[in-house]
């Protein structure tokens, strides 16, 4: 079975800099992807960024990157130039990549609360 | 294209009652997802539509969850005997394919007296 760990239940930012959030996985798939969805207050849940597990090069998405450690299983994701707008909840999911079977059923961390302070 | 929605936002009802959300997923969408919620966690999966057919069911969907996509358009999540620890937001998602973006919708959120 497939796990999401994401260690840091909080964090918090000055508007403007520059915040790592982390994210481990475990599994024994090798065709795989990642995401990073958020979840601002009181608001839906939306896709930040995704990462192809066959894909070496890291994804990035305007402020937005990822640092995919395959063989560590590890999966952080950097937000440059922080805004308010950012503050929200930040979660890491996992899906296995199944061809025809795949189910898309998305495996998700615990989150992060991010609070951007002005 | 308005997104996925669901309704209702929000329910308050007592133990024992039946509930029943619905969720109209993005219309040319064929895969459609029900997450729940608890407060301070991620959501866990219960249960996924490929068109009309369901088919996966987590161990969380116990016998008194129902859920259906007639005609693979909207779906329901029913809620039969509700209990206190059913209190939480069912989320809906729906992907054009099982690789794709899921895109998801604002949520239900239920509480159970």
């Known amino acids: 079975a497939q796990t999401v760990t994401q260690s840091q239940p909080e964090m918090s930012v000055q508007e403007a800099e520059t915040v790592t959030l982390s994210c481990t996985y475990d599994t024994s798939e090798n065709n795989y992807y990642l995401f990073w969805y958020k979840q601002p207050p009181s608001r839906q849940m939306i896709l930040v960024i995704r990462?192809?597990?066959?894909?070496?090069q890291n994804a990035t998405e305007n402020r937005f990157s990822v640092n995919f450690q395959k063989a560590a299983k590890s999966f952080s994701l950097k937000i440059s130039d922080s805004q308010l707008g950012d503050t929200a909840m930040y979660f890491c999911?996992?899906?296995?990549?199944?061809?025809?079977?795949?189910?898309?059923?998305?495996?998700f961390g615990q989150g992060t609360t991010l609070q951007v302070k002005p | 294209d308005t997104g996925v929605s669901q309704n209702p936002r929000h329910k308050i009802t007592k133990r024992g009652q039946n509930v029943t959300f619905r969720c109209d997923p993005i219309?040319?969408?064929?895969?459609l997802y029900w997450y729940r919620q608890t407060l301070g966690q991620g959501p866990e999966f219960l249960t996924y539509f490929q068109n009309e057919a369901q088919l996966e069911k987590s161990r969380l969907l116990s016998d008194r969850f129902s859920a259906e996509r007639p005609k693979g358009s909207f779906s329901t999540l029913e809620i039969q005997r509700t209990e206190q620890g059913d209190s939480a937001m069912y989320l809906c998602a729906s992907s054009l394919l099982a690789a794709e973006t899921q895109y998801f919708g604002p949520g239900t959120r239920l509480l159970v007296l």
């Open positions: 990462q192809e597990a066959y894909k070496q």
């Open positions: 219309s040319e969408h064929n895969r």
């Open positions: 999911a996992f899906m296995k990549e199944g061809g025809s079977s795949n189910t898309g059923k998305l495996i």
